[in-house]
T-cell receptor, first 110, second 111 residues
Framework: GEDVEQSLFLSVREGDSSVINCTYT??????LYWYKQEPGAGLQLLTY?????DMKQDQRLTVLLNKKDKHLSLRIADTQTGDSAIYFC??????????FGTGTKLQVIP | ETGVTQSPTHLIKTRGQQVTLRCSSQ?????VSWYQQALGQGPQFIFQ???????GRGNFPPRFSGLQFPNYSSELNVNALELDDSALYLC??????????FGPGTRLTVT
């Protein structure tokens, strides 16, 4: 089965860029997702990338996929205090089950 | 706003009891998945339903069961509750685009 690993914690200053990293084991995932979860809330889909893509940009978000190293990253430009949350990467999609990492807590310092 | 709603928001049950959690999604979302998220963990896949049939299951015992209805609503049933079942239960629905839309979750506490 899929294993997805993330670092647990990241602290950045407001206005800087944040880069959250993720590694996964199963290269058969159709999609790779990034979700945001604020305290006490459900999961918000931020963006996703199809497995045959290398990069996707969506406003302040840039997703990079290195299929050779099975490495996924999410870059948030001009990080704001409202970006403070837990970020999950996940793989799967279509009619595959989606496997989530343990989450990276992003702390934005004003 | 994902258009996915879950009820109840919070629930407290006693060990050994049974619980039913509900999820409603948008029209056209034929696939629903249920996840268990323990405190400090990522969501764990319980099972998925497609057009009212179970379409995949994670590593959860048979006392976790589900139903999906033609009106795009679904249920998660858990029998013989255990303390370790305390968690946030999330449902996620998807349309043909494969984007999963999560509801806000039901927080279950088993005492």
């Amino acid at each position: 089965g899929e294993d997805v690993e993330q670092s647990l914690f990241l602290s950045v200053r407001e206005g800087d860029s944040s880069v959250i990293n993720c590694t996964y084991t199963d290269s058969s995932s159709t999609y790779l997702y990034w979700y945001k979860q604020e305290p006490g809330a459900g999961l918000q889909l931020l963006t996703y990338i199809f497995s045959n893509m290398d990069m996707k940009q969506d406003q302040r978000l840039t997703v990079l996929l290195n299929k050779k190293d099975k490495h996924l990253s999410l870059r948030i430009a001009d990080t704001q205090t409202g970006d403070s949350a837990i970020y999950f990467c996940a793989g799967g999609g279509g009619y595959q089950k989606v496997t989530f990492g343990t989450g990276t807590k992003l702390q934005v310092i004003p | 706003e994902t258009g996915v709603t879950q009820s109840p928001t919070h629930l407290i049950k006693t060990r050994g009891q049974q619980v039913t959690l509900r999820c409603s999604s948008q029209s056209g979302h034929n696939t629903v998945s249920w996840y268990q998220q323990a405190l400090g963990q990522g969501p764990q896949f319980i099972f998925q339903y497609y057009r009212e049939e179970e379409n995949g299951r994670g590593n959860f015992p048979p006392r976790f069961s589900g139903l999906q209805f033609p009106n795009y609503s679904s249920e998660l049933n858990v029998n013989a509750l255990e303390l370790d079942d305390s968690a946030l239960y999330l449902c996620a629905t998807q349309d043909v685009s494969y984007e999963q839309y999560f509801g806000p979750g039901t927080r279950l506490t088993v005492t």
